[in-house]
């Protein structure tokens, strides 16, 4: 079965560098049939796709984050993590890893972790 | 960047009723289309694919329509399960963008 389950701090001081983990188990990152994904939703909003990696290390980012975002794998880990630098308080969300299909739809979701950008 | 539009924004109704939410996209996504259900406090989870493909797992009275620009989600015979929000999502083109979603709520 697989499973995708985010980590990392739950607040975040404006200014500074968001950084998550996502621990994927069940299937390996380095498969060439999926992309592997962060996607977020701010509280009581709607969703928005920041960015995936494929297993090449081929990258593809929101342009309304793009200056700001970057997606990496750690094969070694079975892990992809998101750094978000320069955050403020619009950057407040839950923040979902997930597995892309070859077609771009996403399944499964990790079950997400609530980010809060605050001093 | 390509834009969904859902309607309604939210409905309610009872179990066993029949509904449809629409989904239009700013261009033609041909049949990239596909529909999330998220329950309040968890992720969403894939309901269709590829406009009208029904995901291994999901009950039958789902189903999706459209092409183009237009699609719809289709639940007959609502069950107490179905109570969510739902979400469109195109995949036609990146950024992958969503609709900003349906809340089914009970009558």
């Known amino acids: 079965q697989v499973r995708l389950q985010e980590s990392g701090p739950g607040l975040v001081k404006p200014s500074q560098t968001l950084s998550l983990i996502c621990s994927v188990s069940g299937v390996s990152v380095t498969s060439g049939d999926f992309f592997w994904n962060w996607i977020r939703q701010p509280p009581g909003k709607g969703l928005e796709w920041i960015g995936y990696i494929y297993y090449n290390g081929e990258t593809s980012y929101n342009p309304s984050l793009q200056s700001r975002v970057s997606i990496s794998a750690d094969t070694s880990k079975n892990q992809f993590s998101l750094k978000l630098t320069s955050v403020t308080a619009t950057d407040t969300a839950v923040y979902y890893c997930?597995?892309?299909?070859?077609?771009?739809?996403?399944?499964?979701w990790g079950q997400g972790v609530p980010v809060t950008v605050s001093s | 960047d390509i834009q969904m539009t859902q309607s309604p924004t939210s409905l309610s109704a009872s179990v066993g009723d029949s509904i449809t939410i629409t989904c239009r996209a700013s261009q033609n996504i041909d049949i990239g289309l596909n529909w999330y259900q998220q329950k309040p406090g968890k992720a969403p989870q894939l309901v269709i694919y590829?406009?009208?493909s029904l995901q291994r797992g999901v009950p039958s009275r789902f189903s999706g329509s459209g092409s183009g620009t237009d699609f719809t989600l289709s639940i007959s015979s609502l069950q107490p399960e179905d109570f969510a929000t739902y979400y469109c999502?195109?995949?036609?083109?990146?950024?992958?963008?969503f609709g900003g979603g349906t809340r089914v709520e009970v009558k």
């Open positions: 590829s406009a009208f």
């Open positions: 999502q195109q995949r036609f083109s990146t950024p992958l963008t």
């Open positions: 997930a597995r892309g299909s070859f077609f771009n739809w996403f399944d499964p």
